[in-house]
C-alpha cells in the first residue's frame, strides 16, 4: 500500500518523518562510556604536557640576544687579548 500525502506508514510515522531517537546509533555500554573518559583524561593530560614543554622552548628574540652576547663576549676577549700580547 503506497504511502501519499500525510497518510501514516506501517510502522506509525508521516511521510519524510524521522524515527524517533529513543536508541542512538552507537549505543555504548557504561564501561565503555567509563572507558573512553579516562581515555580523553589521559589524552588531555598527554597534551598539557606538551603544551607546557611547547612554551618553555626559547623565543627568537631570546636567541638572537644570546648570540649578540655570545659574539660580544668573544670579540671583548679577543681585543683584551690582542691588547695583553702587544
Known amino acids: 500500500m503506497p504511502i501519499t500525502g500525510d497518510r501514516e506508514s506501517n510502522d506509525g510515522l508521516a511521510k519524510g518523518e524521522a524515527p524517533p531517537d529513543d536508541e ?7 564501561r565503555q562510556a567509563d572507558q ?3 581515555d580523553f583524561a589521559a589524552i588531555e593530560s598527554d597534551l598539557q604536557f606538551v ?3 611547547l612554551a618553555r622552548l626559547p623565543t627568537r628574540a631570546y636567541l638572537c640576544r644570546i648570540l649578540l ?12 687579548i690582542a691588547l695583553w700580547l702587544r
Open 24 to 30: 542512538p546509533d552507537y549505543p555504548l555500554a557504561l
Open 36 to 38: 573512553a573518559r579516562s
Open 51 to 53: 603544551v607546557s614543554q
Open 69 to 80: 652576547l655570545t659574539t660580544a663576549s668573544l670579540w671583548s676577549l679577543l681585543g683584551a
